[in-house]
């Protein structure tokens, strides 16, 4: 499986991005995907996650109520809505593919990851 992000870029507070991260393999409906997030100097952390089927999703406190993920499995594609963006989201966004099917803010539950797309918060 291979994932590639998009939609990442520079953007005044308040404004709003759409991430999308596309994936290649037949078995992309069978598992949960997260998106997770690094800012300068500090470690990885999780944003949000989606079950399998899209009836599921779970997010860190920060984004509740801003963010929104979403996926397409005949599309094999998720997205992450974000909106009222402040400058403490910029991040360099990843988006991963979990070993389960369910949600989880735990990265050890992800083995594949996407190459990051860069989402930059301007005060």
């Known amino acids: 499986v291979q994932l590639q992000a998009s939609g990442g870029g520079w953007v005044q507070a308040g404004g709003s991005l759409r991430l999308s991260c596309a994936a290649s393999?037949?078995?992309?409906?069978?598992?949960?995907m997260a998106w997770f997030r690094q800012a300068p100097g500090k470690e990885r952390e999780f944003v949000a996650a989606?079950?399998?089927?899209?009836?599921?999703?779970y997010y860190t406190d920060s984004v509740k109520g801003r963010f929104a993920f979403s996926r397409d499995n005949a599309k094999r594609t998720v997205y992450l809505q974000m909106n009222s963006l402040k400058p403490e989201d910029t991040a360099v966004y990843y988006c991963?593919?979990?070993?389960?099917?369910?949600?989880?803010?735990?990265?050890?539950?992800?083995?594949?990851w996407g190459q990051g797309t860069l989402v930059t918060v301007s005060s």
């Open positions: 991963a593919r979990s070993t389960g099917y369910d949600t989880s803010s735990d990265p050890v539950q992800y083995d594949q």
């Open positions: 393999g037949r078995t992309f409906s069978s598992y949960a």
């Open positions: 989606i079950s399998y089927s899209g009836a599921s999703t």
